[in-house]
């Protein structure tokens, strides 16, 4: 083939390989564009869902129903009509990067002190603004999306990871607190400063107790090290204490390890509210908070007895703090000298208490969890499982000031927009109905007479969320104490206008006396966002029974 030829042969080879991408661009392009657009926007509803589960179910719930915020999994932020959307995403976003100023919804892009980037914050948009899939159901048979279908599951896989530690005494603080062991340890060993620091590769022995009847020997290998560290970290109080008391257990002086046991079975620590003897003439370290009356009532005596064992009380407040912070957080150290000690009382939680640190949970639901009674008693450092529904921890106190961003801030007003709105029509002679809905109460304003008897009919309409309806004193909710007036279905003290809670779809009824001229407040006691206002005015008209 000569030059010619090639040159010609080369030219079209060129053409046809300019052809087929030019047809490949055309035809495959686009499709597969879409494809990889929609895989990528899946990929970020996963990760939204994901970062949902672990910052947003405290205070919104697993599925977005609502907890001390809103209710997040609903139609209105669903909506894919193009400006909705829009408005929707435009909303969610400013709400994470910014909060919400007066409430607990704090500022979550890291720039304005929060935890998340950008990126993450368009994650969440994506998830919460994601439609409603064919064939996707919630546990309820409800349809949803995937997103919310993976929050609930990386929900369920968080809960199922956690293992809450019962927090209270255990038998090195209890020693510590007493100088139980600390003594002991100096006067075997002809120390006289236990807090004086002692040379290295200075060998301490240590007293022999039941579970090391030989004694043992300590090894000085770190400096600043002292008796009382020394006691500490080879158990020498505990153990004291133990063989006071005839507890079981293990001591191994060479590991440095001690373990309780009860029948030969290693347990996790002393039992909530378990009494113990104390050895003779202890002290007791006071912290700050405790008073005459509640370090009487720890170790099981009298203030009397405590005063006695320590005359300079004489005369004081049983009730005052025995050791009071100053003005740089410096608590002073206030020693006090104990009678003998029958029965002091191990602290430690009760299952009311662990639960309270985990927003939803209660104390049944935690015993439950773990296959056991709220009359059994925790034991220290005994580890629990979350009930799969919890929603993780406790919800924040911290309210968001809104000087993060305030040029962005988004009103209360917005989220009204949002759940709705609108004022209470009764429908019979002194009769009304109050819908509880999407964690809102339909109706935020009730307009009634002074000095009539009212009934007020709640309706909740959350599936599985508990509301109740309560009136307050004063124009701000949770402010004023509450209404007086209640004539029934009371569920407060006395007469307080306060409903009974109800979970799910149900109603409850209460019926009260309008109070005096003025604004007055109402809200639930399990969603505090869910306001709305009393007015009673004169001349304000309740129609009559034949009117709709």
């Not at 019979?428 to 009730?446: D, H, K, M, S, Y």
């Not at 307050?472 to 209404?483: C, D, V, Y």
């Given at each position: 083939?000569?030059?010619?030829?090639?040159?010609?042969?080369?030219?079209?080879?060129?053409?046809?390989?300019?052809?087929?991408?030019?047809?490949?661009?055309?035809?495959?392009?686009?499709?597969?564009?879409?494809?990889?657009?929609?895989?990528?926007?899946?990929?970020?509803?996963?990760?939204?869902?994901?970062?949902?589960?672990?910052?947003?179910?405290?205070?919104?719930?697993?599925?977005?129903?609502?907890?001390?915020?809103?209710?997040?999994?609903?139609?209105?932020?669903?909506?894919?009509?193009?400006?909705?959307?829009?408005?929707?995403?435009?909303?969610?976003?400013?709400?994470?990067?910014?909060?919400?100023?007066?409430?607990?919804?704090?500022?979550?892009?890291?720039?304005?002190?929060?935890?998340?980037?950008?990126?993450?914050?368009?994650?969440?948009?994506?998830?919460?603004?994601?439609?409603?899939?064919?064939?996707?159901?919630?546990?309820?048979?409800?349809?949803?999306?995937?997103?919310?279908?993976?929050?609930?599951?990386?929900?369920?896989?968080?809960?199922?990871?956690?293992?809450?530690?019962?927090?209270?005494?255990?038998?090195?603080?209890?020693?510590?607190?007493?100088?139980?062991?600390?003594?002991?340890?100096?006067?075997?060993?002809?120390?006289?400063?236990?807090?004086?620091?002692?040379?290295?590769?200075?060998?301490?022995?240590?007293?022999?107790?039941?579970?090391?009847?030989?004694?043992?020997?300590?090894?000085?290998?770190?400096?600043?090290?002292?008796?009382?560290?020394?006691?500490?970290?080879?158990?020498?109080?505990?153990?004291?204490?133990?063989?006071?008391?005839?507890?079981?257990?293990?001591?191994?002086y060479e590991e440095l390890t001690f373990q309780l046991l009860d029948g030969g079975s290693p347990v996790p620590g002393l039992v909530t509210g378990q009494l113990l003897a104390l050895p003779d003439g202890v002290t007791y370290s006071?912290?700050?908070?405790?008073?005459?009356?509640?370090?009487?009532?720890?170790?099981?005596?009298?203030?009397?007895?405590?005063?006695?064992?320590?005359?300079?009380?004489?005369?004081?407040?049983?009730?005052?703090?025995?050791?009071?912070?100053?003005?740089?957080?410096?608590?002073?150290?206030?020693?006090?000298?104990?009678?003998?000690?029958?029965?002091?009382?191990?602290?430690?939680?009760?299952?009311?208490?662990?639960?309270?640190?985990?927003?939803?949970?209660?104390?049944?639901?935690?015993?439950?969890?773990?296959?056991?009674?709220?009359?059994?008693?925790?034991?220290?450092?005994?580890?629990?499982?979350?009930?799969?529904?919890?929603?993780?921890?406790?919800?924040?106190?911290?309210?968001?000031?809104?000087?993060?961003?305030?040029?962005?801030?988004?009103?209360?007003?917005?989220?009204?927009?949002?759940?709705?709105?609108?004022?209470?029509?009764?429908?019979?002679?002194?009769?009304?109905?109050?819908?509880?809905?999407?964690?809102?109460?339909?109706?935020?304003?009730?307009?009634?007479?002074?000095?009539?008897?009212?009934?007020?009919?709640?309706?909740?309409?959350?599936?599985?969320?508990?509301?109740?309806?309560?009136?307050?004193?004063?124009?701000?909710?949770?402010?004023?104490?509450?209404?007086?007036?209640?004539?029934?279905?009371?569920?407060?003290?006395?007469?307080?206008?306060?409903?009974?809670?109800?979970?799910?779809?149900?109603?409850?009824?209460?019926?009260?006396?309008?109070?005096?001229?003025?604004?007055?407040?109402?809200?639930?006691?399990?969603?505090?966002?869910?306001?709305?206002?009393?007015?009673?005015?004169?001349?304000?008209?309740?129609?009559?029974?034949?009117?709709?």
């Amino acid at each position: 083939m000569n030059t010619q030829k090639q040159i010609i042969v080369i030219i079209a080879l060129f053409f046809l390989t300019i052809g087929a991408c030019a047809g490949y661009a055309v035809i495959e392009l686009p499709y597969r564009t879409g494809l990889q657009s929609e895989w990528h926007f899946s990929e970020s509803v996963e990760r939204g869902a994901l970062l949902y589960a672990n910052n947003c179910r405290t205070c919104h719930g697993n599925a977005g129903e609502g907890f001390v915020g809103p209710q997040l999994n609903k139609d209105d932020f669903q909506d894919q009509d193009p400006l909705k959307l829009a408005a929707n995403r435009d909303l969610l976003t400013r709400t994470l990067v910014c909060g919400r100023a007066g409430t607990q919804m704090p500022a979550w892009l890291n720039s304005n002190g929060g935890a998340l980037n950008e990126r993450q914050i368009e994650h969440l948009v994506n998830f919460l603004t994601a439609p409603d899939e064919e064939g996707v159901l919630d546990e309820n048979g409800v349809p949803t999306s995937t997103g919310w279908v993976e929050a609930v599951h990386f929900a369920h896989n968080l809960n199922h990871e956690v293992t809450i530690l019962v927090g209270g005494d255990n038998l090195v603080s209890i020693a510590l607190d007493h100088g139980i062991g600390v003594q002991q340890l100096a006067d075997l060993n002809g120390i006289t400063d236990v807090n004086a620091f002692l040379e290295e590769q200075t060998t301490i022995d240590l007293p022999a107790v039941q579970g090391a009847p030989n004694g043992g020997t300590y090894k000085i290998t770190t400096a600043r090290e002292s008796v009382h560290s020394i006691a500490e970290r080879a158990f020498v109080g505990a153990a004291i204490l133990a063989d006071y008391n005839g507890l079981e257990y293990e001591l191994d002086y060479e590991e440095l390890t001690f373990q309780l046991l009860d029948g030969g079975s290693p347990v996790p620590g002393l039992v909530t509210g378990q009494l113990l003897a104390l050895p003779d003439g202890v002290t007791y370290s006071v912290t700050s908070g405790e008073t005459i009356e509640s370090v009487a009532e720890l170790h099981g005596i009298t203030p009397e007895e405590l005063i006695a064992a320590n005359p300079s009380l004489e005369g004081a407040d049983v009730t005052a703090d025995l050791a009071p912070a100053d003005d740089e957080g410096n608590v002073p150290e206030v020693v006090l000298n104990l009678p003998p000690i029958n029965g002091y009382v191990t602290r430690g939680q009760s299952w009311n208490e662990v639960a309270d640190a985990y927003g939803n949970v209660t104390g049944f639901s935690l015993a439950e969890a773990n296959n056991s009674e709220t009359n059994v008693s925790l034991r220290v450092s005994q580890g629990l499982s979350l009930p799969p529904d919890s929603y993780g921890g406790s919800p924040p106190d911290t309210i968001n000031s809104g000087t993060a961003c305030i040029q962005y801030a988004v009103p209360n007003n917005i989220y009204d927009q949002i759940s709705g709105g609108g004022s209470l029509t009764p429908s019979a002679p002194f009769e009304g109905v109050v819908e509880a809905l999407n964690i809102a109460f339909t109706q935020t304003q009730i307009t009634l007479p002074p000095d009539t008897e009212v009934k007020i009919t709640l309706d909740n309409q959350d599936a599985q969320i508990p509301h109740n309806i309560q009136f307050f004193n004063s124009p701000t909710a949770g402010e004023g104490g509450f209404l007086k007036g209640c004539t029934a279905g009371c569920a407060g003290d006395a007469d307080d206008v306060v409903s009974e809670l109800i979970n799910g779809i149900a109603q409850t009824e209460i019926t009260f006396i309008t109070p005096a001229v003025g604004e007055y407040s109402f809200d639930c006691v399990v969603h505090p966002n869910m306001v709305g206002t009393l007015i009673i005015e004169e001349g304000a008209e309740v129609p009559e029974a034949s009117q709709p």
